[in-house]
């Protein structure tokens, strides 16, 4: 297990640590400054995670009002974007939760319809010769990336996303997941797994690989 | 981790090792094991590219972006829940917030729908007779050139179009079928069916350029549109589009010093300005990529640069250490992928550890089809991965200066100002501005300083472009507001707009 660092180590190493410090003090102003830099990130692992735009956008700024929330009491115990993404975590599994309660599991993006048949409509399209063979590749390729990630498990796709996205490492991700760093290991290398499962007809022979939606 | 002696044989842990070594997890005695292993067995080597290409392909999920009120609303939102303790959060409680607001929800659902019905009803009724144009019917009107605005910005005329697609550097790169034209956008259904299928960061960036071209004067729209025009109705519309991007991708590369004087030129002087700068020694070897071959060469570049990040951070001296430190994981990777391409570039790429030709290889096949072609016509790997370099020289280094480094100079970013040029510029500033700029944004405020330093320093106070509230954009055509929600945007120099 990695060794902790001091307060001190992370408010000197950690841009944002003190951003969120100035936060903590009263500075309206670096909470918008910690909004620009994360909103993006946030998003796009939310997004993933939850499968809805709208919902995702919905989450994040959850997010930020829990660290806004949170600002009188904190104490920089880690680098401040595992402490960000731990609550992104929390806040997405209790989403999860009550869409689950309400019988509203939609793991797939609703803008380009479903994940299954948006590449293999696309599919059909470039076969008839309406689209343009590189554009339908690009997206062809797109939405069976996004169905294999949606066919992991959740916490397989949050590790893989903060991976991934975040760059995180194996010690961080186990921070934010509630894990040890040799579960994260096992648990991105079964998502590798996966995912090459997945994609691997797709990249052979550019059939698709059949993925349906859980 | 696994510390025993002997590499795993379980397939499992087998899969396990390879992904930690593949997250640059794995240090010490079990790095070299499955370093070695990975030498001599090939059935490993072969699993260890096929989990890195498929993870690879994890770059092709869509990296979705908020819109550009989304920090103003968040802070808005923050704001009204302290005064409004009480109101309860998403996911706490939901059983009891689902039970105080259903039948609000009904109530307002009901009253939503009847006033969407009805005004949907109008609104289809005036658009038939044409008595109302929305904001969507603007975006289907002006497509074609909103997709192109930021190449036909660059692009005084159809005259400059056809002057660079005259120019060898632009016109001899194979015509790429994304370059071409689309003949999909002749009719509405066709444009609808193309935005219908847009991811929502494309949607975005397509909202952003129609509020930028709405905010032209009714001459610079109809400027842009005749060029449109112009190029579509040209005999040779390809092979202008194709200079036309080529010259786009171009100029995304050079220094921001050459973007004023590009902006500042006109007629045969640009062009003349253009072939000088084409002269120079590092711009006659150079690759012309795909955006996607850009992404996918930073990609590689990062990941690799990540991998080596211990190995790349010890050569480094202590202060560019400690900078790189203190910088956010997205910096932090950019910055050492610039170490990384600064030391391939001066080691030969064959002796280098960081360089491993399995994945430079794998990552080749992921380019495009000319980019290919161009790299095979080398006579080396050396040779290709420098050409490779030479395209990504700018990008790598990763865009705007990052808080506390310096710019890793290029062959032209060498006449960059100094932060201590900068600062004495800004003490030479009249009171009055200096006490505008403070009041600038970080961003906005060294961006208007560098602007009035090379203003300066080459003296064309009354040659400033026209429109001087646009010129607030970059390369790619970002506004302003753009950028404020682009995540790595950072000052030039670490010290902010000092109070007095």
Redesign the interface.
Known sequence: MTGRKSSNAYE?????VRLMLKVRDGD?GA??EL???????L??VL??LVGK?DL???????V???V??ARERYTPGAKF?TWLFTIANN?AS??R??LA?RREVHVESS??GSLSADPLA?MALAASG??????LD??E??GI??AA?ANLNERQRMA?LL????????ADIAEVMKLS??AV??L???A??S??DA??PY?QDGKNPGITNP | ?NESNMPPKDP?KI??E???YL?G?LTGETLDKIEKRLASDSVFRARLQ??D???M??D???????NQN??A???E??AI??QHPDNG????S?GQLIQQWVFVGFAVLAACLAGFILSTALAALLSACGLLTTNNDAVLENLPVLENLDKYKLAENIAFVQAISHIDYFSNTPTD??NTL?A?LDNIAARKAHI??M??TEKTRLLNAQEYFMDLNVDEQSKLRDLHQQLVDNPNANDLNNALEQYYEWYKQLDPREHVELRIRSGNDRISYIRTLLTRPQTVKKLSFTR?DLEVLLGWLRRTA?KHRVALLRGANQKEQREI??????ER?RRLATLLWKQWRKNGILQEPTFDQLSYIAIKEQLSAAAREQLDKQSSVDEEVHLLLNGVRSRAMGGPIQ?GTRNVPGPSAQRQPSPEQLKDYFKRLPEQKRAQMKRLSREEYYRELLRGYYRDQVEFRNLRPKHDRKTNLGPTGETNRTR????NRSPINNDPPKKQ
């Open positions: 000197r190493h950690d841009p944002d309206a909470f918008e909004v620009i830099r994360y909103q993006n990130r998003l796009a997004e993933h735009r995702a956008e919905d989450l994040t700024q959850e930020f009002l829990r806004y929330r974007s806040v209790n989403a939760r009550t309660r803008r380009s696309q309406q689209m343009p063979n590189r554009q690009h997206a390729t797109r990336v996004r990630v893989v991976s991934k996205f975040e760059d995180m490492s194996y760093p040799q290991k096992s991105l290398s079964r590798r797994g995912l090459r994609l691997s990249i | 981790m499992q899969d396990e390879i992904t930690a997250d997890e096929d989990l290409r498929d993870w392909l994890l092709e999920l869509p990296q979705s972006e908020v989304f920090a609303t968040t802070v939102m923050v829940h302290e959060n998403y996911g706490d939901a079928a994304s689309p999909y219908g299928r991811q929502p996607r990540m430190q203190q910088l956010s994981s997205t990777q808080k404020r929600n682009s995540k």
